[in-house]
């Protein structure tokens, strides 16, 4: 069962090919991207509490893509995908990754995969019906990501895939409806990879493979878009989600019924997202959970440096110790940088219980918002942002070195991001978060930083 998408994709592409080759017009493209990027952390994973090293390095990601178009309604697609990293200072996490023998190495050459491999049949025996069968992304297909974002956290930005069917179906010009099934594994079960780890223990890796999700997991989603009005945009959801054991918990079976909405008037913007949780684990202990956001801005673009500006609540429930059951919001497929980037490491040994040594396990969080945004050129943007950070219950048993597991104030964060983008091939971005911890944590948990500034070209 756990090798159907590369079988699959094989057939549709060779039905595809058989019927339509005599009357096809083949047309194909390609193209490459480079995205240099240097990232320092400071206090960032542990808040300066246990003393682990902070961190200095370069990431650098490579992408060749090709595509062929058999004619309007057939068409396949791949990339591939390689992101080395170049360590400065002392932490070396990948030193012995490739050649144990070298332990000085501070070069990891990582691994190049095949990151999207896709066929796309349109309007399928003339259906209003889309299908696309493989592995690809949902960048930005589902709504803001809340639930569907990333499919193999594991491995940062490297990639973002799902293996994965989507059917879609357009009812009409405004009204729409996606259907979804996801198979992620722990690590790389169906194509080939090339340079993986030589070293079967080194922590991130799995059999000498990349450490993808915390445990195989797999998911199925209905998704609805309507437009009732103008000004009215609204994407009710469900979605069926599978975990395999991590650590202590058992297998858990998860249902989310949740809905995100957009209202747009003048040059005001409220957009919305609630989703709640309900499913067991397989001892059977009940797992419930609640979670959404809200934001209200505007926008003024007739004014010097079109500003916009936005105030916002995020909440995502978190575990009660007192109770027998997971009160716990499940991020799902969207562990990423929601809504900061230096929260998603320093919640790593909070969260690991659950989601595993993996970054992006938004739960137990209150977010109260405020975000300004400037067009300082035609070609430059500048974003602002402040948020004070609040826990949605008290832990408990957490490490009494970094947490001090009596208090809900997590603390305050500033981001900065600035965007240029210097050519249309060409973009540059520089992005800084500065932490200051509350009291959820201990006495010892220092101000972390985030900062990044990255180069990007698209060939």
């Not at 004070?388 to 947490?403: F, I, K, P, Q, W």
Request: with cysteine; net charge negative.
């Amino acid at each position: 069962m756990k090798r159907w998408v590369p079988a699959l994709l094989v057939v549709c592409c060779c039905a595809a090919i058989y019927a339509d080759l005599a009357l096809a017009e083949v047309k194909s493209d390609y193209g490459a991207s480079f995205r240099l990027r240097q990232e320092y952390w400071e206090n960032v994973t542990d808040l300066g509490a246990l003393g682990q090293s902070d961190r200095d390095f370069f990431r650098l990601r490579s992408q060749l893509w090709g595509k062929v178009d058999l004619n309007k309604d057939y068409g396949a697609y791949m990339r591939l995908t390689n992101e080395a990293k170049y360590y400065l200072g002392a932490y070396k996490p990948f030193a012995t990754s490739h050649d144990p023998d070298q332990a000085d190495d501070r070069f990891d050459i990582d691994e190049l995969i095949i990151d999207n491999l896709y066929f796309d049949a349109r309007s399928v025996f003339g259906a209003p019906v889309d299908l696309r069968v493989g592995r690809q992304d949902f960048l930005g297909a589902f709504g803001e990501g809340f639930i569907m974002l990333d499919g193999t956290p594991g491995d940062g930005s490297r990639s973002f895939y799902f293996n994965a069917v989507k059917a879609t179906w357009r009812i009409n010009p405004s009204n729409a409806v996606d259907f979804v099934y996801v198979y992620q594994p722990k690590k790389e079960e169906f194509l080939p990879s090339m340079y993986p780890s030589r070293s079967s223990t080194l922590s991130g890796y799995v059999d000498n493979k990349k450490l993808l999700n915390a445990s195989d997991e797999r998911g199925a989603l209905v998704y609805f878009r309507s437009d009732p009005t103008r000004n009215i945009h609204i994407e009710p959801y469900y979605m069926y989600k599978v975990e395999d054991p991590v650590g202590a918990n058992k297998k858990l079976e998860l249902n989310t019924l949740g809905g995100r909405a957009v209202f747009t008037f003048d040059n005001w913007k409220i957009r919305a997202e609630y989703g709640h949780q309900f499913g067991e684990y397989a001892n059977n202990r009940d797992r419930k959970a609640d979670g959404g956001y809200i934001f209200a801005g505007q926008k003024f673009d007739t004014v010097f440096l079109k500003p916009e500006w936005e105030l916002g609540v995020v909440y995502l429930s978190g575990d009660d110790p007192s109770t027998a059951e997971h009160e716990g919001w499940d991020p799902l497929f969207s562990r990423g940088p929601m809504w900061n980037e230096l929260l998603i490491y320093t919640m790593i040994s909070e969260t690991a219980r659950d989601g595993g040594p993996i970054p992006g396990y938004w739960t137990n969080m209150w977010i109260y918002q405020a975000g300004l945004k400037l067009a300082l050129a035609s070609a430059t943007s500048l974003k602002l942002s402040y948020q004070y950070l609040r826990s949605a219950e008290v832990t408990s048993g957490l490490n009494s070195a970094e947490y001090s597991n009596n208090s809900k104030d997590r603390g305050h964060l500033g981001l900065l991001i600035l965007n240029h983008a210097f050519t249309k091939k060409l973009d540059g971005m520089l992005q800084l978060e500065y932490f200051i911890p509350g009291d959820f944590y201990t006495s010892k948990a220092e101000d972390a930083i985030f900062a990044r500034w990255q180069l990007q070209y698209k060939f």
